[in-house]
């Protein structure tokens, strides 16, 4: 086991389109034993962040390190590392034992204890009954569960994860991800875990690092990154359905801040934004959640109209048109809305987010 | 295909068959004739008379038997050579980020198609010096004027369908560049190598210029510009000549017969799974 410590990575690809700044200045530091995730939409980096680390990709500058020691220009075979592809990666000619045992063979394990590493993979892993098929012959899931046995048989320093749930179906997936979170507590190894999957981010991790085209957008606690999101990409990507945006201008009105967009009002409360923008336009972010259906008399209610009301389980997602756009609101299932219907909403004024600007990437006012 | 339109197609591919399998027929049952049958008008289509005297006398009257081993030592041995150094060189081409690769690929196909009619003059001056001329080495490394850019062509492709993850795993699991070529890459690849192989096994076994040419010491020579002396020197004992094409071809047979299967999945490229 070991902690890692990537310092200052760039990497630039280039190519006939010219280059890529796949990643930008990424410094992270991962406990030791600490389970990661890197999540981000498609092409942010996060594949290449993980090959850089497992050694099959070269920074273009930058270093990493395990407990200390530069292995940035080693070989992957020399890391002790351990990495799951999206694709699994199963040797398709060799039988699940010999997947399995390659690692451990190439390494000059002895027989015997290649024999009872196996066995005791195959029990933590339930693919016992498995050993002599081939990978062709497996469903999905027992796929993926050889191939995390193979990564985990070695007893890695570090664990990488690209994306391995990516390729079963919905309810596999969630047994799936029981059974990671299960499976990281028992071997307490350091884990990378690249996903797009932002639930799968959210309840597997220790901390979550948001990218976005190559640059970390902000690293946390999965809590922190969800109420506390650190700029309007990080807002939006973190929560299905995403936070309402909508944007305006802030301006101090008899000594308290107030925020109005089209059509709406809302005054902040007296101590949330210490600094104000000075161009004065700005984004105010609010969750589902965080709004509610009020009396249309009510003091800063804001009007609107539904378009769409959908029911999503236990609760129920509103579609609703304000003069600046549409807006949704979470409520549970009981609470019935027709198209057509006019409302009332109201914002929780603890959980009101405020950006500097209107960017992509317009960093929260604290 | 509907199985009824196959059915349609039958006789066609029959007459098919019998165009090409006739002169093959014709060759081994006049091989089984006695002399006297061979030329005997009209011509028997089945031997009134079975004998295997030409087969005899193949081994016992001329030196077909050196012939035979000398074609099948330098086939072999160009083939082997064909196949390591192509498969390296067509590793290279599908997977290592080289400045003007495309270019290169394309090379190797003009090269595989240079005639060798054109090579064969230089490449005599050459190995001259090299004191390649009469050796079974050296026609094994003229024969790689071809071999080795066929199999560096037909095998690139295989090699590209290769998932590269599974190599990237090996890597990770422990073995080096060439641990994962072998351990991974080359199974996955085991119809191409079959199928270029065998090819490259025929071309070799029937390359009539480069063999006359580049051996001139008798001992040394392989079959096909061996065989041809059969029709100058004697006088032209046919029976004879059709005894020696037949054993001459019994390899080609029975690679055919072998490749068969990975004809279908090997030379369509890509038919391996990931
Ligand atoms: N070998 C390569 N050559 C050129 N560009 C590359 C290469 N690999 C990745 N890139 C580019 O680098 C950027 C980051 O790619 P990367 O694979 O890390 O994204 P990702 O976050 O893993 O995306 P996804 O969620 O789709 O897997 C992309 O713009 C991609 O096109
Ligand atoms: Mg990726």
Redesign the interface.
Known sequence: MANVRIERLHKEFRGAGGIVHALADLTLDIADGEFISLVGPSGCGKTTALRII???ETPTSGRILFDGRDITRL???DRN???V?Q?Y?????MTVRQNLE??LR??GAPRDERARKVAAIAAMLRIEPMLDRRP?QLSGGQRQRVALG?ALI?DPEVFLLDEPLSNLDAKLRVHMRAELAALHQKVRTTMVYVTHDQLEAMTLSDRIVVMNHGVMQQVGRPEEIYSRPANRFVAEFIGTPSMNMIEGQVRTEAGRPLFTGPGITVVLPRDAPQALPSSGRATLGIRPEHVSLVAPDAPGAIPARVTVSELAGPERFHFVAVEGGSIIVRTPAATVLHPGETVALGFDPDRLHLFDGTGEDAPALR | MPPRNAARLYPLVLLLLAFVAFPLYWMASTSLKPQTEVFRVPPTFVPETWTLRHYVELFWLTDFGLLFVNSLKVCLVSTGLALVVGSLGAYALARFRVRGKEAYGRLVLLAYMFPGALLVIPLLLLFRQLGLTNSHLGLSLAYLTFAVPFVMWVMRDFFASV?V??E?????????RL?ALW??VL??AVPGLIATGIFAFLFAWNEYLFALILISDESLRTLPPGMMRFVSTTDTNWGLIMAASTLATLPMALAFGLIQRYLVTGLGAGGV??
């Open positions: 497992a050694g099959l070989e992957p075979r590392i351990a990495m592809f694709s990666a199963l040797y398709p000619h390659y690692g190439k390494r062709l193979r070695r | 998932p993850d599974l990237e795993a090996a890597l990770i699991d422990g073995a080096s641990g351990d991974v199974p996955q799974k990931g």
